[in-house]
């Protein structure tokens, strides 16, 4: 196995895993019959992620691009079908899933229609999905502030900035090792970001377990 295919592997490996942490969220719907302390955008975003990818991976004939993201738009379908069944708000997320399915659609037409064909349609296709990818990165940094703040970590998820550690280093890697920059430029503040959260987690788990003990019960 040469190292491009070790890194094809690592990035369907790592890229499911982190998009399996979902079925933590759906477990905890399932127990408690409700979707209340559950985010409903991010299945909404990553699944129109995974769909950007899907067809531009059907473009340029990747098959580990094709693969991951098959794979990917399936389990946040799952999870936005699963979503809908449990939440109160169901008039809020129809109106979310249609906002989506409109952005699909009109995206669609302008890349299948209008965009010229060829390597300029692959350019503004790469060029769109790399731009929603780091917006998806950065994200989880708009809760910064409170974290700092707050000194708790509490929001954010230890084993999701490590899976999302270990996708973006892999896809970083292999963008660089197949010449793609559409796909190893995105990935960049993915690292960066896990790096940040590790950061956190050490200043702020380090600090909490530092503190001296309280009595609850005074006599």
Request: some cysteine; glycine content about 4%.
């Amino acid at each position: 196995m040469d190292f491009l295919q070790l890194l094809s592997w690592a990035c369907i490996i790592f890229t499911v895993g982190m998009f399996s942490t979902g079925l933590t969220d759906l477990k905890k719907m399932k127990a408690s019959q409700s979707a209340d302390n559950v985010q409903f955008l991010p299945f909404l975003t990553t699944c129109l992620n995974n769909l950007g990818w899907l067809y531009y991976g059907m473009l340029k004939k990747d098959g580990t691009v094709l693969l991951v993201n098959v794979i990917g738009a399936s389990l946040q379908a799952l999870y936005i079908f699963m979503y809908c069944y449990y939440t109160k708000e169901k008039r809020r997320v129809i109106i979310q899933t249609l906002a989506m399915v409109t952005v699909l659609c009109v995206s669609w037409v302008y890349f299948d229609m209008i965009s010229p064909k060829g390597d300029a349609q692959l350019s503004q296709l790469g060029l769109a999905c790399s731009v929603f990818t780091v917006s998806m990165y950065l994200s989880p940094l708009a809760d910064l502030v409170d974290i700092i703040r707050t000194h708790s970590v509490e929001r954010l998820s230890f084993s999701l900035t490590v899976m999302t550690f270990l996708t973006s280093t892999s896809w970083t890697l292999y963008g660089l090792q197949i010449h793609d920059l559409y796909i190893m430029v995105p990935n960049t503040p993915g690292i960066a970001t896990s790096l940040i959260r590790f950061c956190l987690f050490w200043k702020f788990a380090a600090a909490k377990q530092d503190k001296p003990y309280h009595k609850l019960i005074h006599t």
